[in-house]
């Protein structure tokens, strides 16, 4: 059965963030599909990762029987991340944008999963090909064209990290404009505020059920 790997990332729970709420349209549609399936799930927000330091930098760069047992320990968490992502027939990342970029627990996570030669930095990434969608939520609108589009170091991040960098092959659902509702000087952008939420959610339901559909012809 296929495996998906669900990563949330926003600091609000599921009622409060729009990236866990438009990601839970994803999973409920690969879910119907794949009601026997493995969902490896991490909250990074609720359960951060360790934030990469000169042990777990340095223990990809040298032969395991080399490691100290600080440099083992690290390692083996580094491994098991990337693991996960090896093992994933589909990925769905939640990415909400903060200070205009990713938070730094997604940033985390990719720092520990790239490993050079392995999942990053060679011609042939152990993940590359694997379909993942990502849902970049933002509290404006930072598309073509906006005033502060050249703002944006969430899709174009990823873009290079994930899809250039590790062979991801990327998908993004953007609800945009989520602080509308909110924020003093955006009334009037509140119905856009709703039509991109609305398609965002009918966007990632369809690229759950194509993505389960897709394994499912395949097996």
Same mark, same amino acid.
């Given at each position: 059965? $296929?495996?998906? /790997?669900?990563? *949330? ?10 990236? =866990? !709420?438009?990601?839970?349209?994803? =999973? &409920?549609?690969?879910? $119907?599909? @794949? ?6 799930? +991490?909250?990074?927000? $609720? !359960?951060?990762?360790? @934030? ?14 080399? @490691?100290?047992?600080? %440099? ?5 968490? =580094? *491994? &098991?991340?990337? =693991?996960? /992502?090896? %093992?994933? !027939? ?14 730094? #627990?997604?940033?985390?996570?990719? *720092? ?33 064209? #906006?005033? +502060? ?5 969430? %899709? ?13 092959? /990327? ?6 404009? #989520?602080?509308?509702? +909110? #924020? ?6 509140? *119905? /856009? $505020?709703?039509?991109? +939420?609305?398609?965002? @959610? ?18």
């Amino acid at each position: 059965m $296929a495996t998906l /790997l669900h990563l *949330d990332s926003s600091v609000f729970p599921h009622d409060g963030s729009v990236s =866990r !709420d438009v990601g839970a349209s994803f =999973r &409920k549609a690969w879910e $119907a599909e @794949h009601p026997d399936g493995t969902v490896v799930y +991490r909250d990074l927000a $609720a !359960d951060p990762l360790p @934030h990469l330091d000169g042990v777990a930098a340095s223990s990809a760069f040298a032969p395991p029987e080399t @490691h100290s047992p600080e %440099q083992s320990v690290a390692y083996a968490l =580094r *491994d &098991k991340l990337a =693991r996960e /992502l090896e %093992q994933a !027939d589909a990925v769905l990342i939640g990415a909400p944008m903060y200070n205009f970029t990713v938070p730094s #627990t997604l940033k985390a996570w990719i *720092d520990q999963v790239v490993l050079n030669g392995r999942t990053f930095g060679t011609d042939t990434p152990t993940a590359a090909g694997t379909p993942t969608v990502v849902v970049a939520s933002r509290g404006g609108g930072y598309g073509p064209g #906006t005033p +502060r589009e050249s703002w944006e170091f969430v %899709q174009s991040y990823l873009a290079k990290m994930l899809g250039e960098g590790m062979g991801l092959e /990327l998908e993004f659902v953007v609800p945009e404009l #989520t602080l509308a509702a +909110r #924020t003093p000087g955006m009334e009037s952008l509140v *119905d /856009l $505020a709703e039509a991109s +939420r609305t398609k965002a @959610h009918e966007t990632a339901g369809a690229h759950g059920k194509a993505l389960a559909a897709r394994f499912a012809a395949a097996v």
